[in-house]
């Protein structure tokens, strides 16, 4: 059940493409990470363009403000998953939202079960509620 935060640079894109971006991603959790289909969880934040630094750590990569920051809090995908998930994403997000390559920065943050509570306090996953 992947938490999805997405940073780009505000005034860039408008809501509807920041909705298409953001059903992207949310297809590519589904079709790598194996989320349940009801299992959506994305915070979008736009930030003024000089809150959002990136170099391209010496890889030749081209930065412009159509940046894209994709964090992805998850657990127990294998690198192998890992790189297909960023692989594809970065294929759709070209294709369906123009996204050049080097403007997509992708993460995963690994955590356990008991690092999810999805309401009410309860640690879902540790109770067996899910």
């Known amino acids: 059940m992947p938490n999805i935060n997405i940073h780009t640079i505000k005034g860039v894109r408008s809501p509807d493409e920041l909705r298409k971006l953001a059903d ?3 297809q ?3 079709d790598y990470f194996k989320a349940p289909a009801k299992d959506r969880y994305q915070i979008i934040t736009q930030h003024e363009p000089y809150e959002i630094i990136c170099e391209d750590t ?3 990569l081209k930065r412009t ?3 894209v920051f994709i964090q992805v809090f998850q657990q127990g995908r294998t ?3 890992k790189q297909q998930f960023y692989a594809k994403l970065a294929e759709r997000l070209k294709a369906e939202c123009g996204l050049e390559g080097g403007d997509l920065l992708v993460t995963c943050i690994e955590n356990r079960k008991e690092d999810w509570s999805f309401g009410n306090g309860e640690a879902q996953f ?5």
């Open 79 to 81: 690198a192998e998953v």
């Open 24 to 26: 992207v991603v949310q």
């Open 126 to 130: 540790l109770t067996g509620a899910l």
């Open 65 to 67: 403000h159509h940046l």
């Open 58 to 60: 010496n890889l030749g």
């Open 28 to 30: 590519c959790s589904l």
